[in-house]
């Protein structure tokens, strides 16, 4: 199974990133036919999502497409900014196809300042697998400042956790079915730029 | 140490173009008496208005041929008529660059968080994404200041595809504008079937939206000019 990460913070040598890396050698660690991608936002010269047609975007914008849609599952982390996603995060998910996350299985990092916006992750990412009917595993990590020092993360709780994420995510996908997500949504009517 | 009792007035008196203000401070049969002056009084009244009337509108379609921003444009002319003076802001104008590798720096943000700080009153619009709103309007809100909103009123608006996604606001945009210390009015939300391109004068079609709409920005005016009064 291939598992990509997504950072979705532009600052170098990101917190955000850090966490997302470390989830994702453990991931790698825990079964032998584990394969893992880090996809750091700050690598890709990205086309914001205008509303055209996802098969038609080019370079890097196409590139990271191409790797999310071929991903078994994902480990996504953000960096909390106004209390939710960051921008360049939310535009991944806008450029994305809708069925690109189907039964896929994603866990979730977020890291901010405090721990005052634990919430964001149940209140701002989750929805967002949701609408990919993506199946999120229920025990996600939140770090913040004081888990890191001198540009490593040095607390072992912390650690922890992400051992656990990342080994959650491959025990998931493992015993999951794609098929099964549930029911349909609500067709979303969508017209094409030019309609009227 | 006796005490005694400081007395204090004030004299305004108005005239076309100036205000002189008497102070008189009496203290034990000595008094002070000040005499300022305002000159040119009626431009500074008027600079005062010109800033305290602006409604700044702001477009989160990054869609070259945007149905919110057609709606926001649509509200903007509403909005003149009514006295204010509207200034349209949209992220199609805001270098790529400084949205995506967040250059706080950049004149172009620095210029939209002085015009938003400056409103008296501002108007949000996205197209709903994925449930949500649009990527680029939130990296555009992250390089603003966290209190550009501050006791400002703001009335959020989205348009989507589905009427499923109405929540949308609720969920995403309102949180955001609130995080940024924006007064948020409840907010409307169109459907594209109400909203036809080809009509750019009043694009939107059908009437109890534009009831709804025209209510909304009835209530947004309204608190807009409470605060203004309050302040003058
Ligand atoms: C990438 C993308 C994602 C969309 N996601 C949704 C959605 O989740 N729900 C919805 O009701 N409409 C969705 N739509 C439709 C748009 O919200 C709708 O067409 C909107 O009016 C576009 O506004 P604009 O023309 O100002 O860009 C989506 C459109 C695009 C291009
Ligand atoms: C524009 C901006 C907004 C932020 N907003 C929040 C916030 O609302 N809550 C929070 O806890 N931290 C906030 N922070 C702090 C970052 O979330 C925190 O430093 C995070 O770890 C940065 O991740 P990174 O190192 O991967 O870039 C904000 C930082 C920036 C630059």
Redesign the interface.
Known sequence: MKIVGISGS??PRSKTFITVEKALNFAEKSEHNVETELINLRDY???????RDPSTYEGDTKQLIDKIVEADALIVGSPI??????????????LIP?DSLRGKVIGFIATGGTYHHYLAIE??LK??A???KAHVIPGNVYAHNQHFENKQLVDKEIITRLKELGETVVTFHDRLNREAVGAH???????S???? | MTHEKVMKTFEPEQKDDSVTITITITKGGIYLKMKIVLEDFQSYKQERMRVMSEIVILSGS????SRSDLVLKYIGSLLKKEGFIVTHISIRDVP?EA????KFNDPAIENVASLIQGAKGVVVGS?V??????????????LLP?DVLQGTPVLPLMT???P??LLAIE??LK??LA??KGQNLKGVYLL??QI???QIDNPIVQNEILDRLKKQLYYFVETVNRQKNAVL
């Open positions: 532009l600052t010269h990205l086309q914001f999502c205008d509303g900014y106004r209390g939710s996603i960051s921008g360049a995060l939310k535009n991944v998910f806008d809708n209140h701002q929805p967002l949701g609408y990919f949504q609500p067709s979303i009517p969508r017209k730029l030019l309609d009227s | 990054p869609s070259e041929s790529h949205l995506f590798y967040g197209p994404y994925k449930a949500a709103y649009s990527g680029v309007l939130k990296a555009l809100l992250d966290q989507g595809g589905s499923s996604h969920y995403t949180p955001l995080t940024l594209d079937s036809d391109k080809r």
